[in-house]
């Protein structure tokens, strides 16, 4: 017996000769997908009760009120999600955090314009306006004017918002029920007694007795004590608004953001201009060499060797060469067998990956990268066809390795890692940043972006439902709010640890997040800093980079429904951080779900529309820092009703400077095509709206670069997207530095 002299990888057994079709896992029907989904979670959800053909939410023929009767469920949630085991460990759907209840409505709703975008290839800007909902209120329509309505605060004079329909006949209470007179009914909010309905409790199809006032999504006021306060498990609620004290003035944690201003530009990190000086940043550069600031980020020459003085980037070309003709070798290429190869160099390997990079902005259909090389096809690119042959790019792309899989932990040993072979152009992006970079901004956004790869992959393959893609892998990114700048990460997969009371993947994902923005703080100490541990290539030694404190504080991180829980709030409170997120309504704080908007309520329904306008709910818990902990701070908790979309509330950590009833102004168009509308807004709904969608603009300018091309290889696909991610950081780079360079200054944005 011959040993091979490569014990490391074993064969992918995928599709020979291309890429698997994502189309063919469409055909599912949707009932066959929510089956597989069951079987994996492992749950089973009841049935809906049969409809009586009266909505819960639609007024009561008999006058006043509705009848209403609650839907339960066994095992799975009302969302969807499952419980799994006697830990309640929520298992989720699949990896989709975006679809986990009500709060999607959200996301749809705020997207809709980046549809029209994309459909015209526009960029999306920095700017919140730009994804904004088109839902609202048409400001040159007064709709209600009726008697006892209101101007909203920052609504043109005269436009006050919409109430009840003009044929309602209001508030007729059926006292033999028990149903209060108008006066008499527990009102704090003022609301509309069209929205904030009497509900009456069902019994064979009779009214039997008053349940009590709810509005559309069916919460209830919480009654006052004696001293007038309305309070559950230490929750204060508000229902006129709210404003700080002196304790939630001290645990604020966003700065000098006001109600006034959400998104100061004291809140804006900003590049090290040394460090881009040093590396020759000036006009000439910034206007006459595309490749400076994407070569920042991705080195072409080994960092110890380049002679600039402290350089503590990662080196991304020469280590991949050297595993890529590591990996060829061990494969028995170039023995004077099969097809000949020759060690690829580093020049050779920048023009290689510029090849899809380019293919993307001409093209990007990831079959058609051949016509590149095709002097007789419309697609022939001579730009491509001079920097390398298709047969050599075709050989380097058989053997192109991140990694060297012969030193890698393999499957079933302790330390395997399912994302070893995509891993290292994660860290060298992360860590290169963070080089550049003299502070990072002070609110950050979290969530995942998803890659799709229809073959056989590790444990970080699996299905992926409402991504626009059947099959792939996921990696949650921390990411700037106003770049695209990537500041931490973590791969999404089966085999993910999950700490004590970490059981659900989003919060367990953002415990995670939080353990290294914590080693990122400017006041941590040198010791603990970040870490980023490169093995040699030859598996003889390894290289340690170490990452740059670049957070002036704890920073305020918005995320959605799937990151949230009691769990993560409180880890973040006694940290300092702040946080703005979606609640689940799987994971409301203990005895909070029947004072908040906890049900769906129909598309187009009026009482939900009326009640848009009205003042939002709001809870407040302060937490006093514990005695036996020095290191755990003091914070304030709150959760704030989200108006317009039903069953969704925004909770938070530290994160508000108030909260109040306004409308903001919105314009599109010119001429008889402008329109102008309001959107109602209270500070937790506009820090959400403003702050969240940082990862889902990445995803849009990722799909605009197009960097793709047919492969068997399935973690060809992360690196694909991670190339991407990079060439958007590095345009973000350019549009930050000034042209002229006597502008550079100590700082920029």
């Known amino acids: 017996m011959i040993q091979n002299p490569s014990p490391a990888e074993s064969t992918i057994t995928g599709i020979g000769g291309g890429q698997k079709d994502d189309t063919s896992d469409r055909r599912a029907t949707s009932s066959t997908v929510e089956e597989v989904a069951r079987r994996r979670r492992g749950g089973k959800r009841k049935e809906h009760p049969a409809e009586t053909g009266d909505d819960s939410n639609t007024t009561n023929q008999r006058g006043g009120g509705v009848q209403f009767a609650p839907l339960i469920f066994e095992e799975g949630h009302a969302d969807g999600s499952v419980t799994g085991g006697?830990?309640?460990?929520?298992?989720?759907?699949?990896?989709?955090?975006?679809?986990?209840?009500?709060?999607?409505?959200?996301?749809?709703?705020?997207?809709?314009?980046?549809?029209?975008?994309?459909?015209?290839?526009?960029?999306?800007?920095?700017?919140?306006?730009?994804?904004?909902?088109?839902?609202?209120?048409e400001f040159d329509a007064v709709t209600g004017e009726e008697e006892g309505r209101c101007q909203v605060s920052g609504a043109p004079a005269g436009w006050v918002p919409p109430g009840p329909p003009t044929a309602w006949k209001g508030y007729e209470p059926k006292i033999d029920l028990g149903a209060p007179v108008v006066a008499a009914v527990d009102n704090p909010g003022s609301w509309n007694l069209f929205s904030f309905d009497a509900k009456y409790g069902t019994e064979k199809g009779k009214l039997r007795k008053y349940l009590g006032h709810f509005t559309p999504a069916l919460a209830k006021v919480v009654p006052p004590d004696e001293t007038g306060n309305r309070e559950v498990q230490g929750w204060k609620f508000h229902y006129n608004g709210w404003k700080p004290d002196e304790f939630d003035r001290q645990t604020y944690a966003r700065g000098d953001a006001s109600a006034m201003n959400l998104k100061p530009e004291s809140r804006r990190g900003s590049l090290d201009v040394n460090v881009l000086k040093k590396h020759g940043c000036d006009e000439s550069r910034v206007r006459d060499d595309p490749l400076f600031f994407y070569q920042l980020l991705f080195p072409f020459c080994d960092p110890e060797l380049n002679g600039i003085e402290d350089d503590c980037?990662?080196?991304?070309?020469?280590?991949?060469?050297?595993?890529?003709?590591?990996?060829?070798?061990?494969?028995?290429?170039?023995?004077?067998?099969?097809?000949?190869?020759?060690?690829?160099?580093?020049?050779?390997?920048?023009?290689?990956?510029?090849?899809?990079?380019?293919?993307?902005?001409?093209?990007?259909?990831?079959?058609?990268?051949?016509?590149?090389?095709?002097?007789?096809?419309?697609?022939?690119?001579?730009?491509?066809?001079?920097?390398m042959s298709m047969d050599r790019w075709k050989k380097i792309k058989r053997y192109f390795k991140l990694n060297n899989n012969i030193i890698s932990k393999p499957r079933g040993?302790?330390?395997?890692?399912?994302?070893?072979?995509?891993?290292?152009?994660?860290?060298?992006?992360?860590?290169?940043?963070?080089?550049?970079?003299?502070?990072?901004?002070?609110?950050?956004?979290?969530?995942?972006?998803?890659?799709?790869?229809?073959?056989?992959?590790?444990?970080?393959?699996?299905?992926?439902?409402?991504?626009?893609?059947?099959?792939?892998?996921?990696?949650?990114?921390?990411?700037?709010?106003?770049?695209?700048?990537?500041?931490?990460?973590?791969?999404?997969?089966k085999l993910q640890s999950r700490p004590q009371g970490f059981t659900a993947q989003g919060p367990a994902e953002m415990f995670a997040l939080v353990q290294s923005i914590d080693k990122l703080l400017q006041s941590s100490k040198p010791t603990e800093r970040e870490q980023f541990v490169l093995p040699n290539p030859?598996?003889?030694?390894?290289?340690?980079?170490?990452?740059?404190?670049?957070?002036?504080?704890?920073?305020?991180?918005?995320?959605?429904?799937?990151?949230?829980?009691?769990?993560?709030?409180?880890?973040?409170?006694?940290?300092?951080?702040?946080?703005?997120?979606?609640?689940?309504?799987?994971?409301?704080?203990?005895?909070?779900?029947?004072?908040?908007?906890?049900?769906?309520?129909?598309?187009?329904?009026?009482?939900a529309k009326a009640m848009r306008f009205e003042m939002p709910i709001v809870a407040i818990k302060q937490v006093p820092a514990p005695a036996d902990d020095e290191s755990a701070k003091a914070y304030t908790r709150t959760m704030v009703s989200f108006q317009s979309t039903g069953a969704t509330n925004i909770c938070g950590v530290n994160n508000l400077p108030s909260v109040s009833l306004y409308v903001s102004k919105r314009v599109r168009g010119k001429r008889q095509s402008k329109r102008v509308w309001g959107i109602e807004q209270n500070e937790a709904r506009e820090t959400y709206l403003g702050h969240y969608y940082g990862i889902d603009n990445l995803?849009?300018?990722?799909?605009?670069?197009?960097?793709?091309?047919?492969?068997?290889?399935?973690?060809?696909?992360?690196?694909?997207?991670?190339?991407?991610?990079?060439?958007?950081?590095?345009?973000?780079?350019?549009?930050?530095?000034p042209m002229d360079s006597s502008t550079i200054r100590g700082q920029f944005q």
């Open 413 to 493: 040993q302790p330390g395997y890692d399912p994302c070893s072979k995509y891993d290292f152009i994660f860290q060298c992006l992360v860590c290169n940043m963070n080089y550049l970079t003299l502070v990072a901004d002070g609110d950050g956004t979290i969530d995942e972006t998803s890659w799709g790869f229809g073959g056989y992959g590790t444990e970080a393959v699996y299905r992926i439902m409402g991504k626009g893609m059947s099959k792939g892998g996921q990696t949650t990114l921390l990411y700037d709010i106003n770049r695209r700048y990537p500041r931490g990460y973590i791969h999404r997969h």
């Open 313 to 387: 980037r990662m080196p991304y070309f020469s280590h991949v060469a050297n595993c890529t003709n590591i990996y060829a070798a061990t494969s028995g290429a170039g023995i004077g067998m099969g097809h000949a190869w020759q060690g690829v160099t580093v020049p050779e390997l920048v023009r290689w990956t510029g090849v899809p990079i380019r293919h993307g902005a001409l093209d990007g259909k990831p079959r058609t990268i051949s016509s590149r090389w095709d002097s007789s096809d419309p697609r022939y690119d001579s730009v491509t066809d001079d920097a």
């Open 86 to 137: 006697d830990d309640d460990d929520e298992v989720g759907d699949l990896g989709d955090s975006d679809v986990e209840g009500g709060e999607a409505d959200i996301h749809n709703e705020g997207l809709n314009l980046r549809t029209v975008l994309e459909g015209s290839n526009k960029v999306i800007g920095d700017d919140a306006n730009n994804i904004d909902p088109f839902c609202g209120e």
């Open 699 to 737: 995803d849009h300018m990722i799909k605009n670069c197009s960097i793709r091309y047919v492969t068997w290889k399935y973690w060809h696909a992360p690196y694909l997207h991670t190339q991407a991610m990079g060439v958007v950081a590095a345009y973000d780079m350019y549009m930050s530095v």
């Open 538 to 607: 030859s598996g003889q030694g390894e290289r340690v980079f170490t990452l740059k404190p670049i957070y002036q504080q704890p920073p305020h991180l918005v995320a959605d429904n799937h990151f949230s829980g009691d769990e993560v709030m409180n880890l973040l409170g006694r940290k300092g951080y702040g946080a703005t997120m979606t609640n689940r309504r799987d994971r409301f704080p203990d005895g909070l779900k029947p004072y908040l908007h906890h049900e769906k309520v129909p598309p187009g329904c009026p009482k």
